[in-house]
């Protein structure tokens, strides 16, 4: 403050040169500003015209001028500077404008050409000649296009034809074109090759589409060769990744045999992949040469096991007990003798050709050489109320591993959880100790009832009031499922199931009741049939084996067998002390040798295993 003749006057202090800075920054900054805007502004002004120009142009036919203004902008646009770092979205956006508006109006003339056997006026050719290579390379690549679609055959070749016919003089394509004019009879020479190759790469059979693609490759040159080589590309790119998920699923089952004809392919069409390399010299390591085998099959059956001898015989001894079930230490003994007697598990399926459901055709046994068929049947594996009072298993469960075990109450009372104490469980243990033990990862059949439940859990309300009779037959309280926990258990027996089959196993029916079929009016078998297949048959999906309960079985020219035939059951196991199969009309028949109490007491095993070498010394009764 200053004062002057009494007045204070105020007076700004001198600013500093930093504040002279900014300032001088701040109108730079607003200058380039303006700079930027004015030449912003003149540029969409001149683009503003670009588009409104080239359309009249068009529209007056005057197709050099439209050409020019098109190439004048594709030209800005290739030629720019490297250095130019200048926005060109404005041009890129009219070019494609432009594009557009000729494309609408080739696709125009191209349809009516296809559809309507259309011939184009002088002014469509003006048009299509006069744009030169904006048309050109839309109608080559329609042409080649078209081609592709006759090779695939949702083009006819007259139609083809007419279209070639009319374009293919036009002085912008002749020179692309009629080269592919000249193909279409070797084209259509390769059709049903290539289609074959399609279909097969469209079902994801890709191992016989890669043939196919070879094989057409191989005897054409040309358009058809380079399709063929592109999708044969494709068909390798897209295999590559599901066809090393199913490699490695059937080297974790044991399915060497398979894994190796998989992998020997895959070799073959990847060679430079060495995990396909290591994932083979895996599968050859655990295979065998294989033959033919004429011979008996051994067919041997068990109901579930017995897991804690000391309930069964000490502390809740039941004579049927001892009398029907064996221990899971005799089942131990005798899959350790057999696998040392050179006995091999397959798949009785595996032996009839069920393609036809009108007659069955007998199929060879192939094994490895120096091995001998044999089929385990686990029968009746449903789990009734009353086996858990007797050391048995009362439900399948899986355990943290994903593994499949059986559940029981032990003699301290205790719920007991393992692989060890039921026969899938131990079958399952003993092939991954010794996969030879099986031909290509095959367990196991599994027959079910249903009338109680299905592997331990009521699945349907049906099911409830024989649950409850076996519970209280056992002396066990009866239970009261709400339709939720029904369908958990329906969920939880699906899980069960598609665990079971995905490792080997093979699903069966008991009948529904465990009825003795023979001895019972066809009525009986047909309301057995259909609660079995709507109770058991909508978890297990179709399945072809029907093990009669007691060996009761039905003739095959029976009207009651013709109906279980016709219901999809086409291989049948009776009952009897020797190997024996037969092929008869429409199905295969097998006698299978029954492992219980009193046929290790009473039967002679002695080809299999003699009686002392695994009989358990907890029965009460002695060999």
Known sequence: ????????????????????????????????????????????????????????????????TALSMYRDLNDTIINRDPGDNSDLTGEYEILTQMEAKVNE????????????????????????????????????????????????????KPTLMFIFEKLENLSNITAAVRPLRAEIDQIELSRGDVQSAEALFTNEEYIDAVKYYEYVIENSEGFVNEFAQKRLEDCKTEMYQPMMKIADHMLSNFQYYSAETLLSDLARIFPEDQIIQSNLFMATSNTSPVGTYKGSVEVLCVKPLI??????????????????????????????????????????????????????????????????????????FSYTASRGKVGMCQRLVQNDMGQICGEYISSNGQTVVSRNCEAIGILDAFIEEHPDFSYNGVKGVI????????????????????????????????????????????????????????????????????????????????NDTEKWLDQVGSLTGPVSILVYPNGDFIRGSDPRCVYLKDKGFRIFFGVGPTPYYTYGDNYLYFDRCMLTGDTLRNVDYSRLFKKEEVYDAARKKSA
């Open 1 to 64: 403050m200053m004062e002057f003749g009494g007045h204070s006057v105020s007076v700004d202090k001198p600013r500093s040169i930093g504040t002279w800075v900014l300032i001088g920054i701040g109108i730079t900054c607003l200058l380039a500003m303006f700079v930027v805007m004015v030449f912003v502004s003149k540029d969409t002004r001149r683009l503003a015209g670009v588009m409104p120009g080239f359309n009249q142009a068009l529209d007056k036919r005057d197709y050099d």
């Open 105 to 156: 109006r080739v696709t125009q003339i191209e349809e009516k050409i296809r559809y309507e056997r259309y011939t184009p006026t002088n002014d469509d050719i003006a048009f299509l000649e006069g744009l030169s290579e904006l048309t050109g390379a839309r109608m080559t690549n329609w042409l080649t296009g078209l081609c592709e679609e006759f090779l695939l055959g949702t083009i006819e």
């Open 307 to 380: 897991a804690d001898t000391k309930v069964a015989f000490e502390d809740n001894y039941v004579s049927s007990t001892d009398a029907y079930y064996i221990t899971t230490s005799e089942f131990r003994a005798i899959l350790d003798i057999l696998y040392k007697k050179g006995y091999c598990l397959i798949d009785p399926t595996s032996m009839a050709d069920l393609e036809n459901t009108g007659f069955i055709n007998a199929k060879e046994i192939t094994l490895p050489e120096g091995k001998k068929p044999l089929v385990i049947i686990l029968e009746d």
């Open 447 to 526: 027959s079910m009832t249903g009338y109680q439940s299905v592997l331990g859990y009521v699945t349907d309300v049906d099911q409830l009031d024989d649950r409850n009779k076996g519970l209280e037959s056992a002396g066990l309280p009866s239970i009261d499922l709400t339709d939720k926990e029904i369908e958990t258990n329906r969920s939880t027996v699906l899980a069960l199931i598609d665990k079971l089959k995905d490792s080997g196993w093979i699903m069966a029916s008991s009948t529904y009741g465990f009825i003795n079929a023979n001895h019972v009016e066809q009525a009986t078998i047909q």
